[in-house]
């Protein structure tokens, strides 16, 4: 079985600086990786995903993560967040083998401060 | 359509009552999913469809929850004797064949409060 954990269930941040939300699994096969991103009253919009080859991914609205599998890790950045940006953030993982389902975290939610 | 449409955006439903949510996928997307986020967690899987046929219903919680895709279109979550702890938002996503995870779109969900 695979499994999601977001350490941090809020992270307040200052406008224009930079952000890390920090996202492990665990899994028993090959992973593909997934960072959504959920607005008030809204559905989820990825944001990226890692599915194979260079561990950087970049994504939508200047994020981009990166994929380390010595350590289990996905972490989502963002060099300078904006008051926008403020939003709860799933980081999501689907085995490579074939099963559909995503399996979520319980998610962080990013508070930015102007 | 150009997303994926739910309705109705929110419902609330007195405890023992049947109710029914709706997810219209993105036309020629094969698979549909559905799954329930409670208050301040992460969604969860409830069950999976290509075209008609439920492939995977594992994360179904009893059998008081039942989904159908009859014409491999439109689809409809149904919670008989509905109770508090079904007050979720209950989000829907599609994605065409073959692509699982990789491709999919969300609707923006169905609130469902029991009281």
């Known amino acids: 079985a695979q499994s999601v954990t977001q350490l941090d269930s809020q992270v307040p941040v200052f406008e224009e600086a930079p952000v890390e939300l920090r996202c492990n699994y665990s899994?028993?096969?090959?992973?593909?990786l997934f960072w959504y991103v959920q607005y008030p009253n809204q559905g989820l919009q990825l944001l990226l995903k890692?599915?194979?080859?260079?561990?950087l991914v970049k994504g939508i609205n200047g994020f981009e993560a990166e994929f380390n599998k010595s350590q289990t890790s996905f972490h989502l950045r963002k060099p300078s967040v904006h008051i926008s940006d403020t939003a709860e953030y799933f980081c999501a993982v689907s085995e490579g083998t074939g099963r559909r389902a995503l399996t979520f975290g319980s998610g962080t939610r990013l508070q930015v401060q102007p | 359509g150009a997303g994926v449409s739910q309705s109705p955006r929110y419902k609330v439903a007195k405890r023992g009552q049947d109710v029914a949510l709706r997810c219209d996928p993105i036309s020629g997307h094969v698979s549909l999913f559905w799954y329930q986020q409670a208050l301040g967690q992460g969604p969860e899987f409830l069950t999976y469809f290509q075209n008609e046929a439920q492939l995977d219903k594992s994360g179904l919680p009893s059998d008081r929850f039942f989904a159908e895709r009859p014409e491999g279109s439109v689809s409809t979550l149904k919670i008989q004797r509905t109770q508090q702890e079904d007050s979720a938002v209950y989000l829907c996503a599609s994605s065409l064949g073959g692509q699982g995870a990789r491709g999919y779109t969300f609707g923006s969900g169905t609130r469902l409060t029991v009281v």
């Open positions: 890692y599915l194979s080859g260079s561990t």
């Open positions: 899994s028993s096969v090959s992973v593909y």
